[in-house]
Each structure stands twice: as structure tokens, then as C-alpha cells.
């Protein structure tokens, strides 16, 4: 284990965390219902789009009865048109665990956001402030030649960057660019001397592998029961609401195609194959991410009773 690594193993007068995070359809949910309920732990969330209210079928949001069995926390914080970032997460979620450890609880942190429980458990980095200039100049290549020419232009100044980021995700895209013009540096780099050097923590992380063609069909799987379970119409409501499609949660994953099918740019099966095509490129994504961490502890589907055994191992330390 790398010694800068955020863990019990150098942290021993932190407050104990046991963190779940792992890609998109391994598990998770259930398996933190079974820990939280055996542990008497609560859970924190970590999904970036589970924070918002009214997005609960597409989201694969714990359930009202889910809810009932464990407490969970920072579920439903905003509406889909307020703004949420990683900064308004780590503040929240670190306020949280410090009122549930004050009052003696266990805390168990689950999601599939890495970005979210990195900031959690490292702070946010400190990069250089927003040069509107700058910013500017690349949204303008963004919106004259693409985004797949402004993620060229990353590749070839910072390949290791470029690497780490969908080429699609022109916000990510545009703030290593301008990273690097302010700074001389990569993001990278200074991701890297931040790392861990803010956790108040002594963390245990979980992850779930499931075998790849099996996380396929899960995928599509629950992209069906999703659908079953009444997305659409849940997407409907949002419109209802008077909420945008233009509005960053509702071009999320299964959002946005049945907002494509509501507006009758395609078809039902086109949609729902899109969203079970586009999940597995996410999955994917959430594999590397994840699979980077090397204090992640992996079990395969099924070994929940290990789990509980190596988390109360953990615990039993504190």
C-alpha cells in the first residue's frame, strides 16, 4: 500500500470510515443495506446524481422502504436547477460524519461518483482561479471545432490527462487546458501532491468486481426493470415540473434518452439500448477509476459475509 494513501494504516486517530464504492450495477445497494444493518452503521451517500430530488427510478435511488430499514444521508438535497459540485459535497458529507461519529455511530460512505469520495476523503485541490479569458478560448474551439478537436488538443499537451478524462466531458476537458496554461503544470501532478494530505480519516474502502459480461447483463437488466419500474414517466414529471432538459442532471445517464424518445428524436428500443450501451461505457470508466485506488480492498458477488468479517476487523481497531 502506498504510504500516502488515505487508510488505517497511517491514520490510526481518525475518525473509522468504511467506504463502498465501486462501478454501476456490482451490487452496491444491497450490499450496504446488509452491512449498514449488521454493523448498526449509517449510510452517507457518494452518487452524484442521487442528491437530487425527484430523480429516484433513473438514478437506482434507495428506496422509501430501503430507507426505512437503514438511515441514509444527503439523499434528496437539491432540485434538479440548483447547482452541486464535489466542493458542496466534501463540505456536507464531512459535517455529516462528524455529527454521526459525535454521536457514536458507524458510517459507511456508498457510491459510484470517485469524484465525490475523493473529495470526501482528500479535500478538494487547489488549482489555479478561473481565467475567464482563458476558459473562453476554449469554449470557442469547443463550439467551432468540436469536442473531440479540443480533446486532441489535450491529448497532445497532456496525454496522461487526456487518459483520465471521457473525451466528451468538454467541462473536465477545458479545465485541464486551462490547468496547465495557468500553471505550467497538469492537473495531474497537482491532484498528486494534494493526495490524502487533508483526511481526517482512517478509511476502509470496499469494492465490488463483478466478471465483465456479467456486469453487461445487469446493466441491461436493470435498464428493463428501470423502465418497468415507471422512468419514463418519472422523466415526464420532471418535464411537468418545469424543469429543462437542458439542466445538467437531466442529461444524465436514462434522462436524456427518454427525454430524446419524449420528444420523438427516437424510438423506445433505440433509447433504452442507448442507455444500456452508454451505462457499460460509464462502468467502464468506473472500473479504471476505481480500479487505480490500491487501497481498495475487492470481493467478488456473494462474499458478503467476508466483507462483514474484514469490516468489523477494521472497526474493531477503533
Known sequence: MKSNECSSANNSHGIPLLVLGSPTA????????ELAQSLEAEVVNADSLQV?????????????????????HL???????????????CEQARTMIGELAGEGRRVLVVGGTGLY?????????????????????YRDIRDRLGKHHLYGLLEKRDPQA????????????????????????????LQQKHRFADCPYAVFKI???????????????????????????????????GYSETLKPLQSLGYKQMISFIRKRCGL?????????????????????????RAVTWFGPGETRKIEEKAREFLAQY
Not at 57 to 72: L, N, Y
Not at 273 to 293: L, N
Open 26 to 33: 456490482t451490487g452496491k445497494t444491497s450490499l450496504a443495506l
Open 52 to 72: 437530487y430530488r425527484y430523480l429516484d427510478i433513473g438514478t437506482a435511488k434507495p428506496t422509501r422502504a430501503e430507507r426505512e430499514r437503514v438511515r441514509h
Open 75 to 89: 439523499l434528496d438535497v437539491v432540485d434538479p436547477d440548483e447547482e452541486y459540485n464535489a466542493a458542496l459535497y
Open 117 to 137: 469520495i475523493r473529495a470526501l476523503l482528500q479535500g478538494i485541490i487547489e488549482t489555479p482561479p478561473v481565467d475567464e479569458q482563458i476558459r473562453n478560448y
Open 162 to 189: 487526456a487518459g483520465r478524462i471521457n473525451p466528451n466531458d468538454a467541462v473536465r476537458v477545458i479545465r485541464a487546458l486551462e490547468v496547465l496554461d495557468q500553471s505550467g503544470q497538469s492537473i495531474l501532478e
Open 207 to 241: 469494492g465490488l468486481r463483478v466478471e465483465r459480461n456479467e456486469l453487461k447483463k445487469r446493466i441491461r437488466q436493470r435498464t428493463e426493470q428501470m423502465m418497468e419500474a415507471g422512468l419514463l414517466d418519472e422523466v415526464r414529471g420532471l418535464l411537468d415540473r
Open 269 to 293: 428500443d433505440e433509447a433504452k439500448d442507448s442507455i444500456s450501451r452508454e451505462t457499460w461505457q460509464y462502468a467502464k470508466r468506473q472500473m479504471t477509476w476505481f480500479g487505480a485506488d
